[in-house]
């Protein structure tokens, strides 16, 4: 590698070791093309998921306000229709020039310079390609309104381009995974994942929900309570336990994921409004609320002052309501319900 000083070497595998620490691909995104600003300045940086079978293009610049509004979206409405994603999206290529692939005279009069590129302060760009295993190419990119990019800037993206690579697909899998996780957690649990900053990225349908009946609303849609937060920002974070209307949540820390809560409540008391979504009746409810604590119909009967008779009429009409087989069953439910 002629072009490259032993300094870009080791700025090189500073990146790598940056972005295979990323555990979403937003957070890989964000990571990359900070520092691929670092490794090669650059005005303006892009980075396009092209869909291999169509061609299809979800397309982001920073800064945000690099490209005017709209026009993108208006003349890239394939990969087809931009050189280097044509390219990157044909097959697997080292970093390419835009004056590579396109002439300079044909570049000038085409829609794609005058209304997007010129109007960016794109005068020259190269980019890098990598496919994420999903039929999907990944195309990250960088403009500059004045002087071409080097050999050097060519061999310093093509020496970090496999390092992507892993990263994209790691974080892709990471990603696969933890939805599967938060889709299936079991019931009375939850599962809730942050991102980097401590928001919440992904969470089980009850996660959110539990921890604003037990620590209040969040200040802002998306971060955690304030009594969580703090409690994960001061190691070493012992099990968060709270205790609110016959219900105990406890938070824990998934073991080796400082970024991953796993959250079980016990219910110990019947919540009215799942009773009522049940249509029990009064009668059905005080047989049902006594038998969480009382296992024997005769002394349940003694309890609430009723005969067995009555109390096993009531146990009948429950369980046929509920669909279940059994009391604990009809319990076990309406617990279900409860949470």
């Not at 802002?220 to 219900?247: C, F, I, M, Y």
């Not at 799942?274 to 024997?296: H, N, Q, S, W």
């Not at 009967?301 to 059994?326: N, P, Y």
């Amino acid at each position: 590698m002629p072009w490259l000083a032993e300094t870009d070497l080791g700025s090189a595998r500073g990146f790598v070791r940056e972005i295979a620490e990323a555990r979403t691909v937003a957070d890989l995104r964000r990571s990359a093309l900070s520092g691929l600003a670092e490794l090669v300045p650059a005005d303006v940086l892009t980075w396009d998921r092209v869909e291999l079978a169509t061609g299809a293009v979800c397309h982001e610049v920073v800064p945000a306000d690099a490209e005017p509004i709209g026009v993108f979206e208006a003349i890239v409405r394939r990969a087809a229709d931009h050189p280097l994603l044509r390219a990157h999206a044909a097959r697997r290529r080292p970093a390419l020039r835009l004056s590579e692939v396109v002439e300079a005279r044909r570049l000038a009069i085409s829609e794609l310079y005058g209304d997007l590129l010129y109007r960016s302060g794109v005068a020259y760009g190269i980019a890098i390609g990598v496919r994420t295993g999903r039929g999907e190419a990944v195309v990250a990119g960088l403009g500059r309104t004045e002087r071409e990019f080097s050999e050097r800037d060519r061999e310093v993206l093509d020496l970090v381009r496999p390092g992507l690579e892993v990263a994209l697909r790691s974080a892709e899998a990471q990603g696969c995974l933890v939805r599967a996780l938060v889709a299936t957690a079991v019931s009375g649990t939850a599962i809730v994942l942050l991102d980097n900053y401590g928001e919440i990225e992904h969470s089980s349908l009850d996660g959110e929900r539990w921890l604003a009946e037990h620590f209040g609303a969040a200040e802002h849609p998306g971060w955690l309570p304030g009594a969580v937060a703090g409690w994960l920002a001061l190691p070493p974070r012992p099990a968060l336990v709270s205790v609110r209307d016959g219900r105990r949540l406890t938070i824990h820390l998934l073991p080796g994921d400082p970024h991953a809560l796993l959250l079980e409540e016990e219910v110990a008391s019947f919540r009215p409004d799942a009773l009522y979504r049940l249509g029990l009746t009064p009668r059905e409810t005080e047989v049902l609320c006594a038998a969480t604590a009382i296992e024997d119909e005769a002394n349940i009967a003694w309890e609430l002052f009723l005969s067995l008779h009555a109390v096993r009429e009531r146990f009948a009409s429950l369980e046929a309501k509920l669909g279940v087989r059994t009391v604990a069953e009809a319990v076990a439910q309406a617990l279900r319900e409860s949470v």
